[in-house]
């Protein structure tokens, strides 16, 4: 069974504006945490943003913040006021419980490309 | 600091044929992973060491996949005899001892490999 579901495979955004980049997931463990990676042409994974299920608050990393809807188990990315360098492809990705190793379990991606 | 670098960005062989691929770790990172994504897939786990013993090897598709670090430092990949089903990029990533709960996985630029 899919644990990690993007459906938007490719999206355009308007520089300067927000989008939201949607990411499900499916566990049944309570402990969890989930990422989003930003994988520019390089091909480097990035790291953008971490929320652990115990979270209470949504994490926040300067442009980027993550809506955190535990009930609905979605872990949606918004990266607000876009830029030219936002143009990547985005992984959402689950390590079930805390002694997993950082063994992540990713999504299909969703490629954002902003236009001036 | 050098971040987590791979070698080569891209090999191109012979179905049949042997392809080694190098992955030096951040220093000091006892954590290291291979990951892979294979053409339109997601991006999955193939193992993880710590230091120099195989923590988990449990996404390691068949046995033509031999995985090695020597001396806890740098590892190697070797895929014999590679298959077409073989080709993708091949990530590395490392992370210090005790990064569960953040991010703290870092990513290489990846090495793909073409099986023709």
């Known amino acids: 069974a899919q644990k990690i579901t993007q459906t938007q495979p490719g999206m355009f955004v308007q520089e300067k504006e927000a989008v939201t980049l949607d990411c499900t997931y499916d566990?049944?463990?309570?402990?969890?945490?989930l990422f989003w990676y930003k994988q520019p042409s390089s091909g480097e994974m990035i790291f953008l943003i971490y929320?652990?299920?115990?979270?209470?608050q949504n994490a926040t990393e300067g442009r980027y913040s993550l809506n955190f809807q535990k009930a609905r188990k979605s872990a949606n990315l918004v990266i607000s006021a876009s830029q030219l360098g936002d143009s990547a492809m985005y992984f959402c990705?689950?390590?079930?419980?805390?002694?997993?190793?950082?063994?992540?379990?990713f999504g299909g991606g969703t490629r954002v490309l902003v236009k001036p | 600091e050098a971040g987590v670098t791979q070698f080569p960005s891209h090999s191109v062989i012979e179905k049949g044929q042997t392809v080694t691929l190098r992955c030096d770790p951040i220093?000091?990172?006892?954590?290291l992973y291979w990951y892979r994504r294979v053409m339109g897939k997601e991006i999955k786990f193939l193992l993880h060491f710590v230091k120099e013993s195989k923590q988990d090897e449990s996404g390691m598709p068949n046995n033509r996949f031999l995985a090695e670090r020597t001396g806890g430092t740098y590892s190697t990949l070797k895929v014999q005899p590679a298959e077409l089903e073989d080709s993708g990029v091949y990530f590395c990533a490392s992370s210090l001892s005790g990064g569960v709960r953040t991010g703290e996985l870092f990513f290489g630029e990846g090495s793909r490999l073409t099986v023709l």
């Open positions: 990705a689950m390590r079930e419980g805390w002694a997993a190793g950082n063994k992540l379990t």
């Open positions: 929320q652990g299920s115990y979270d209470e």
């Open positions: 566990t049944s463990d309570q402990s969890y945490g």
């Open positions: 220093s000091g990172h006892d954590n």
